[in-house]
């Protein structure tokens, strides 16, 4: 992959997470416009948010408008060894989390807390149904 | 699997940073290269043997039996 490319697929994450971000701010004003009920809580979590991803958007953009650092990770991610290495402890992560899960839900249910548990579960038995369509997406490509 | 890029590489007096520069991967990358302990793909063998103007074969030497 080109430098143009790369830094074109960058700009595209950068500008994703200012649009998300005025999305988040957008959303916190219409709910406070319609006077719609959820805590004070959520309002303030919203706006936060909002303004964290429009921050870490810009921060992005200008990163990558820097040659030297767009170099940096464009080899960080392309590297052939560093995608071999992600891959192998990507899939150690898969293996611990879904092992932390079933024990986290075996604990739950010890403690007759059904609820946790079966959504517990539920995370368990997507994570493995996001895992097998990832490696069928992929083994399609390759 | 063998190989002489570290020798390669001194001969033509540039370091591992330089080399992984031109090649677009990490210095690790050239260090594990090096050292043996990773093998790399054919279109980054291709490219080194195009950087150093070699054969691949002349680069990486295959011994059957590490694989046996």
């Known amino acids: 992959m080109n430098n143009e490319k790369f830094l074109e697929k960058k700009m595209r994450f950068a500008k994703g997470y200012i649009v998300f971000g005025f999305l988040l701010i957008v959303?916190?004003?219409a709910l406070s416009y319609?006077?719609?009920?959820?805590?004070?809580?959520?309002?303030s979590m919203i706006g936060i948010w909002g303004v964290i991803f429009i921050a870490m958007g810009i921060v992005r953009y200008f990163l990558y408008k820097n040659q030297s650092?767009?170099?940096?990770?464009?080899?960080?991610?392309n590297d052939e060894r560093s995608e071999m290495l992600r891959g192998k402890a990507g899939y150690l992560?898969?293996?611990f989390s879904s092992i932390a899960l079933a024990i986290c839900s075996v604990i739950f249910v010890s403690f007759n807390l059904i609820w946790p548990s079966i959504v517990v579960l539920a995370i368990l038995f997507v994570q493995f149904i996001v895992f097998y369509m990832l490696m069928w997406h992929y083994s399609r490509k390759l | 699997m063998k190989n002489i890029l570290e020798q390669l590489r001194k001969q033509m007096s540039i370091s591992q940073l330089e080399l992984a520069d031109a090649?677009?991967?990490s210095r690790q990358t050239i260090s594990s290269l090096e050292n043996g302990r990773y093998n790399p793909s054919i279109v980054l063998a291709f490219k080194l043997a195009r950087y150093f103007d070699k054969p691949i074969e002349e680069i990486f030497i295959y011994e059957e039996e590490e694989y046996e």
Do not use: C, G, P, S
């Not at chain 1, 650092?69 to 080899?75: D, E, F, H, Q």
């Open chain 1, 27 to 29: 959303i916190n004003l």
């Open chain 1, 34 to 43: 319609w006077a719609i009920k959820i805590k004070d809580f959520w309002f």
């Open chain 1, 93 to 95: 992560t898969f293996v």
């Open chain 1, 69 to 77: 650092i767009l170099k940096l990770y464009r080899v960080h991610e």
């Open chain 2, 23 to 25: 090649m677009e991967v």
